[in-house]
């Protein structure tokens, strides 16, 4: 049987790799009853399947395309392919007639649009970054309870004593008796619950839904009641997804609920929180601080170096800036591979695919 895999320029380094290769080869699937090919668009998702290469069926038909997308290829691509490997697919993509399977790269499907796919296509997301996410929460609110790049950096650069006993500074603080607010107890929600408990601190949350809280959560608020939540915290997680209800959700009038000293952390998307207020609220101090992960704008070809916001947030000492990465952990990136290759086998197979985020009814004429 031959191995080829179809690659634009821009990938044809990774030929390089010792037993680099995806067959081609086609074969009858027990779902489809005809041949199967998939679509891996775009730099994330031509890194998965480098990664996956030895655990997809053996005889798919994989197509790589990579950032900058080949409209003209995509085209092409796109006619044949019965599964869609992606974290976007846009209204201004060529036709995909035959997709029966999208399969993000990423756990939002935000810029997946679903009205541009055929009906009855299954769009799964994938996981395996929770942990890695509660990790950084964690991490983050003891590296500001403890004010852990203040000290250091003065230490570093001035030798300076102050902030220690030996010159009787003012003692920092610590985790343990605070308060914090999740938001979003969903899967990461409840990992951050489950590593902030042992610290010592009390524990609520906020959700859409109705949820039963585990052991060490002291309430959960329905999302509505979160007016009631804020005022109590010393740090707030947001770890909800985006959506109608959660759009905006942290604007002026929230920020201003909560404690002059408290510690605001993103690890979910720039747009549930206002952009201005927030930024208003750390100039002010409004608010104590922030850790901000997720942004409202993010780079492209044209910028690839592009700040986060059109303010610059990362010019104040009260923010913790970092660049979408707090789950992207060589752990999760395993972690994912794992389940993005196992739903595709199963689709092949005819099995149940998991992380089954909703089915298209179809907008578009093909």
Same mark, same amino acid.
């Given at each position: 049987?031959?191995?080829?895999?179809?690659?634009?320029?821009?990938?044809?380094?990774?030929? @390089?790799?010792?037993?680099?290769?995806?067959?081609?080869?086609?074969?009858?699937?027990?779902?489809?009853?005809?041949?199967?090919?998939?679509?891996?668009?775009?730099?994330?998702?031509?890194?998965?399947?480098?990664? =996956?290469?030895?655990? %997809?069926?053996?005889?798919?038909?994989?197509?790589?395309? #990579?950032?900058?997308?080949?409209?003209?290829?995509?085209?092409?691509?796109?006619?044949?392919?019965?599964?869609?490997?992606?974290?976007?697919?846009?209204?201004?993509?060529?036709?995909?007639?035959?997709?029966?399977? /999208?399969?993000?790269?990423?756990?939002?499907?935000?810029?997946?649009?679903?009205?541009? %796919?055929?009906?009855?296509?299954?769009?799964?997301?994938?996981?395996?970054?929770?942990?890695?996410?509660?990790?950084? /929460?964690?991490?983050?609110? *003891?590296?500001?309870?403890?004010?852990?790049?203040?000290?250091?950096?003065?230490?570093? @650069?001035?030798?300076?004593?102050?902030?220690?006993?030996?010159?009787?500074?003012?003692?920092?603080? $610590?985790?343990?008796?605070?308060?914090?607010?999740?938001?979003?107890?969903?899967? /990461?929600?409840?990992?951050?619950?489950?590593?902030?408990?042992?610290?010592?601190?009390?524990?609520?949350?906020?959700?859409?839904?109705?949820? $039963?809280?585990?052991?060490? /959560?002291?309430?959960?608020? !329905?999302?509505?009641?979160?007016?009631?939540? *804020?005022?109590?915290?010393?740090?707030?997680?947001?770890?909800?997804?985006?959506?109608?209800?959660?759009?905006?959700?942290?604007?002026?009038?929230?920020?201003?609920?909560?404690?002059?000293?408290?510690?605001?952390?993103?690890?979910?998307?720039?747009?549930?929180? #206002?952009?201005?207020?927030?930024?208003?609220?750390?100039? #002010?101090?409004?608010?104590?601080?922030?850790?901000?992960?997720?942004?409202?704008?993010?780079?492209?070809?044209?910028?690839? @170096?592009?700040?986060?916001?059109?303010?610059?947030?990362? $010019?104040?000492?009260?923010?913790?800036?970092?660049?979408?990465?707090?789950?992207?952990?060589?752990?999760?990136?395993?972690?994912?591979?794992?389940? =993005?290759?196992?739903?595709?086998?199963?689709?092949?197979?005819?099995? !149940?695919?998991?992380?089954?985020?909703?089915?298209?009814?179809?907008?578009?004429?093909?």
């Amino acid at each position: 049987m031959k191995r080829r895999i179809h690659l634009n320029a821009s990938r044809e380094r990774l030929l @390089e790799r010792p037993g680099f290769g995806v067959p081609r080869a086609r074969f009858s699937s027990r779902r489809l009853g005809r041949f199967v090919k998939a679509l891996f668009l775009g730099r994330v998702a031509a890194g998965t399947a480098a990664g =996956i290469r030895d655990r %997809l069926p053996a005889g798919l038909e994989v197509e790589i395309l #990579d950032d900058p997308i080949d409209r003209g290829r995509l085209r092409q691509a796109a006619a044949d392919a019965e599964i869609l490997v992606s974290n976007h697919w846009r209204a201004e993509y060529p036709p995909a007639p035959r997709l029966k399977l /999208v399969q993000s790269v990423a756990t939002g499907v935000e810029l997946i649009e679903l009205a541009a %796919l055929p009906a009855g296509v299954a769009v799964c997301n994938a996981f395996g970054h929770e942990s890695a996410i509660a990790e950084y /929460v964690v991490m983050v609110m *003891l590296a500001w309870r403890h004010r852990l790049f203040e000290i250091s950096a003065e230490f570093r @650069e001035h030798a300076s004593w102050r902030t220690s006993w030996v010159q009787g500074g003012a003692p920092h603080g $610590e985790m343990r008796g605070s308060t914090v607010g999740i938001v979003g107890y969903g899967r /990461v929600g409840r990992e951050v619950a489950r590593r902030a408990a042992p610290f010592g601190c009390r524990i609520l949350a906020a959700n859409r839904s109705e949820r $039963e809280p585990e052991p060490g /959560v002291e309430r959960i608020f !329905p999302l509505a009641e979160i007016d009631r939540m *804020l005022p109590e915290c010393d740090t707030v997680a947001l770890c909800t997804a985006l959506g109608p209800e959660t759009t905006g959700l942290i604007d002026a009038r929230r920020l201003s609920l909560m404690r002059p000293s408290a510690f605001l952390i993103n690890i979910a998307r720039g747009q549930i929180v #206002d952009e201005d207020a927030i930024y208003s609220a750390l100039c #002010d101090r409004t608010i104590g601080g922030a850790a901000l992960d997720v942004w409202w704008q993010y780079p492209n070809a044209a910028d690839p @170096e592009r700040r986060g916001s059109r303010h610059p947030f990362h $010019e104040l000492a009260n923010v913790i800036a970092t660049p979408h990465n707090s789950g992207w952990t060589s752990g999760m990136v395993e972690r994912r591979w794992t389940e =993005i290759a196992d739903n595709i086998n199963s689709f092949v197979r005819g099995a !149940p695919v998991i992380n089954l985020v909703t089915t298209t009814e179809g907008s578009r004429s093909t």
